[in-house]
């Protein structure tokens, strides 16, 4: 399993146990532990702010615009992190199009164990302004979530700046409408949603990739690094060379009735002979 | 909700633009995204939009744009959330605060806009959707320029 390319689920039909069990134990270590939920989230926003939104100017002076292929390396690295922790472990999309508001899963205070679900929200440290805590939510009502007509709009524009653009807005929009802790980048991150958010978004490039070509994006943007991560632009076009694929459905038989129990073995009773007989032939 | 902060409608001159076109976008250029996130409703020829304004054809709604904002500066040391100009073959990425563009798809409402006449009012009516200790609602939206790009 360790090896293999990994499919990532919607998260209805997604091992939210394995999920949650690693994101529990990424979440209890401490801070400066390189593995842990702060460290990795710390990233993105506060404090190390290294995400890419919004087209920015690079150092030839154009201004590329690397929100897509800086997360999905992002999401890359933190899934091997959580795999660290439970090798069942896969980021898992969070289907807003369907207008129902914040999974079940990650809503939930409490996971089946009874503990706290490390789903429903995840450590913060401390900040200027505030002490440490666990993030929050606000959202708003599931209707205001972008809707299918919105994403078919935007997975027909077939120019990668023109898609990336448009893309990064509904993205925008899934953050202010979780709102609190998700509504913001310093903070964003450390909210589990977060990830099932982004895996949604990197999914969405996926699916235009498919339609408008796997390469599909200006010359110029192949050889841009994605720091702090050391992959460029070029490295992470194609996700089966990174080691994943988007399920488009899942559909399962029930799991097969167990089979009876073989009766204790004993010796198996001799086999009956018939005696011979003599038989006489007449010459 | 928090209170909201409303920029003044601009009024753009749209006399160069095709009459025939397949496209229309509104683009705004130097916006801010350091402060509070918000959702932009982008009226044409009504200065008078508010938060309540119904987003429909007949009021001048053209579309929104939504502002993922840094949610103000968590930083001690002064000028950490300053923007300074870019050197010449600095390798490094850009800083994080360099105001964004946001381009907003708006045929048909360019189009019925333009039937009224050659001069256009942009009004944006922020809408905020996450504050911080650090950002609240005030004065979430401020831009260098707004631009109406038509395709053929």
């Given amino acids: 399993m360790a090896n293999q390319l990994v499919v990532r689920k919607n998260v209805d039909a997604a091992d939210v146990a394995s999920l949650r069990d690693a994101y529990a134990k990424m979440q209890a270590l401490s801070a400066n532990d390189n593995r842990s939920w702060i460290f990795w989230a710390g990233y993105h926003g506060f404090p190390q702010y290294r995400c890419w939104h919004h087209g920015r100017v690079g150092s030839d002076g154009f201004p590329y615009d690397l929100f897509l292929p800086w997360h999905r390396a992002y999401l890359q690295y933190f899934e091997h992190t959580a795999r660290d922790q439970n090798d069942g472990a896969r980021l898992a999309w969070w289907d807003w199009t369907r207008q129902t508001g914040i999974p079940a899963s990650y809503s939930a205070p409490r996971g089946p164990d009874g503990k706290p679900n490390p789903l429903a929200s995840g450590p913060m440290p401390a900040m200027p302004g505030s002490r440490a805590r666990r993030t929050r939510r606000s959202p708003d009502v599931p209707a205001n979530l972008p809707s299918p007509a919105d994403v078919t709009r935007v997975l027909g524009l077939s120019q990668f700046v023109d898609f990336s653009n448009q893309l990064q807005d509904l993205h925008d929009q899934v953050h202010g409408w979780v709102s609190g802790d998700m509504g913001v980048i310093a903070t964003s991150a450390f909210d589990p949603i977060f990830w099932a958010h982004h895996c949604m978004i990197d999914r969405l490039w996926y699916l235009w990739q498919l339609r408008w070509g796997v390469t599909n994006i200006p010359p110029n943007y192949l050889r841009q690094t994605l720091a702090p991560w050391a992959l460029t632009v070029q490295d992470v076009l194609d996700i089966n060379r990174l080691g994943y694929e988007y399920a488009g459905a899942v559909a399962s038989s029930p799991p097969p009735a167990p089979r009876p129990k073989a009766s204790p073995k004993s010796s198996p009773a001799p086999a009956a002979t018939t005696p011979k007989r003599r038989v006489k032939v007449k010459a | ?152």
Avoid at chain 2, 38 to 51: Q, S
Avoid at chain 2, 61 to 77: K, L, P, V, W
Avoid at chain 2, 106 to 134: F, I, M
């Fill in chain 2, 1 to 152: 909700m928090a209170n909201n902060r409303y920029e003044a409608p601009v009024t753009i001159a749209a006399d160069q633009l095709d009459t025939e076109f397949s496209r229309a976008d509104i683009e705004f250029e130097g916006v801010d995204h350091s402060g509070a996130s918000y959702e932009g409703r982008v009226f044409l020829n009504n200065p008078r939009a508010d938060a309540t304004t119904p987003l429909t054809p007949e009021n001048g709604y053209a579309g929104t744009f939504h502002i993922f904002g840094h949610g103000g500066c968590f930083a001690d040391d002064e000028e950490h959330c300053t923007v300074r100009p870019r050197r010449r073959y600095d390798p490094r990425p850009a800083h994080q605060l360099t105001p964004a563009r946001k381009v907003v798809i708006a045929t048909e409402a360019v189009r019925q806009a333009l039937e009224t006449g050659p001069a256009v009012t942009v009004k944006v009516v922020p809408v905020v959707r996450a504050t911080t200790p650090k950002a609240g609602p005030e004065d979430v939206f401020s831009y260098e320029r707004v631009s109406i790009v038509t395709y053929r």
